[in-house]
């Protein structure tokens, strides 16, 4: 979208409660003794609803890592039925093939993906995104605490367990050190991945706030001062390791306009390309309004609506936390300039501040704005700055 907000509209109704299930599950021998563990989180406070682990006795990773699913899924239909979760594994296996893009050959796992499915029919929207084993880290220790069951070894940490797992009232009030960390107010471990996102200058449809997504527009001629001026910034701020770009033309020239100034290199990543808008493409909101009254209703109420011939912001935030992930892999403890657009750097920021989709239309963003954000191995992300213009003359749409 061109505009900082998408229209004049607040979102539709109220959306489904919202979970996070973290879940993994492994094997010491493949097969060997065998164990999964699986929580509930609430996204907003981060607070942990539930644990679960158990052991397997002698089972593979991956009967491991589905069983762990299940489990997790089943514990959020208990607590909210018809919620809306969202899956995060480090098992690439599971999260494709649940999303449907991998085939499951093996017997196992398709009885197994079937009891999950099972388990989503009693949920809202489920989706799966695969993490790095560093953000799963209290699926991970459950797990292993399960495995240790397994195999006759006691407990870690010394937490009392029964058979289903759930960690007793003495253990939870004892405070489990990995859970204080990611509900409490303790500091992160080790150093931070930053990233600075710079949405791209001023276009023709940024001035007149119409749908701009893949549609590839050039830069306005304030648009290319906009992407000096960041530049500049950027280069006497110093310390960045790399740029990262749209492909899109708004974008990559900003990029190399800051790569100019800095001597940074630049790469291209494809799934920081702007929402596709379908046939509302180059019109204002008023005008898509008009010719599609039901669909903009619906695209405003829910995230898994998308356009007439175009993608949902479910669909754009899943690609573009898949780039990030890979980025934060690749590039652990650097500092990395993303530069995209309005709604890949909104849902960037969702996912740090662990906010719904419907948060879209609480942001804005301007054109050119710098956003930081910090990301740790261990899970937790830091926002230090959001829509910050201070580098430009103008603040112009």
């Known amino acids: 979208m061109s505009g900082g907000v998408w229209g004049g509209r607040p979102p539709g109704p109220a959306p489904n409660r ?26 907003v406070t981060g607070e942990v609803l539930e644990e679960i682990s158990d052991g397997l006795g002698r089972a593979t990773n991956n009967v491991a890592e589905y069983s762990g699913l299940v489990a997790g899924l089943q514990a959020a239909a208990r607590i909210a039925p018809q919620a809306d979760v969202e899956v995060r594994m ?21 009885a197994l993906a079937r009891t999950a499915q099972d388990a989503e029919r009693q949920l809202g929207r489920v989706s799966y995104v695969w993490v790095p084993r560093a953000r799963n880290a209290d699926a991970d220790r459950l797990a292993n605490e399960a495995m240790d069951a397994a195999a ?45 996102l710079l ?19 050039p830069l306005t001629e304030v648009g290319e001062r906009q992407a000096a001026e960041a530049g500049a910034r950027l280069a006497a701020r110093g310390g960045i390791d790399l740029i990262v770009t ?15 100034a800095t001597g ?27 010719r599609w009254p039901d669909e903009l209703s619906a695209w405003l ?11 949902s912001f479910a669909a754009t935030a899943s690609r573009v936390s898949a780039a990030l992930d890979r980025l934060l892999a690749a590039y652990e403890s650097q500092t990395l300039l993303l530069v995209s657009h309005v709604t ?30 910090d990301w740790y191995a261990d899970g937790p992300a830091v926002v230090r700055s959001l829509n910050d213009t201070a580098h430009l003359r103008h603040n112009e749409a």
């Not at 996070?20 to 999964?36: H, L, Q, W």
């Not at 109420?301 to 993608?311: I, L, T």
């Open 152 to 196: 006759g070894k006691p407990a870690r940490g010394g937490e009392a367990r029964g058979r289903s797992g759930s960690a007793s009232a003495e253990g939870a009030q004892a405070g489990d050190s990995a859970t204080s960390r990611a509900v409490g107010w303790g500091p992160p471990r080790g150093r931070a991945t930053k990233t600075l």
């Open 301 to 311: 109420a829910s995230g898994d609506a998308a356009p007439p011939g175009g993608e």
């Open 199 to 217: 949405r791209h200058g001023q276009t023709a449809l940024s001035t007149e706030r119409r749908f701009a997504g893949r549609g590839d527009i």
């Open 246 to 260: 749209s492909p899109l033309q708004r974008a990559r020239r900003t990029a190399e306009a800051v790569a100019e």
């Open 90 to 110: 480090d098992s690439k296996l599971v999260v494709e093939q649940m999303s449907g893009r991998w085939q499951i050959k093996d017997p196992n796992l398709r």
């Open 344 to 373: 890949p750097i909104k849902l960037l920021a969702c996912r740090a501040m662990l906010a719904p989709l419907a948060a879209l239309f609480r942001i804005n963003l301007d054109v050119a704005s710098l956003c930081e954000i």
């Open 18 to 43: 919202r979970l996070v299930v973290e879940a993994d599950g492994g094997s010491r021998g493949n097969p060997g003794p065998a164990g999964y563990g699986a929580l509930v989180r609430d996204p």
């Open 264 to 290: 940074v290199a630049l790469q291209v990543e494809d799934d920081l390309a702007e929402t596709d808008f379908g046939k509302w493409e180059g019109l204002t909101f008023a005008e898509a309004s008009e």
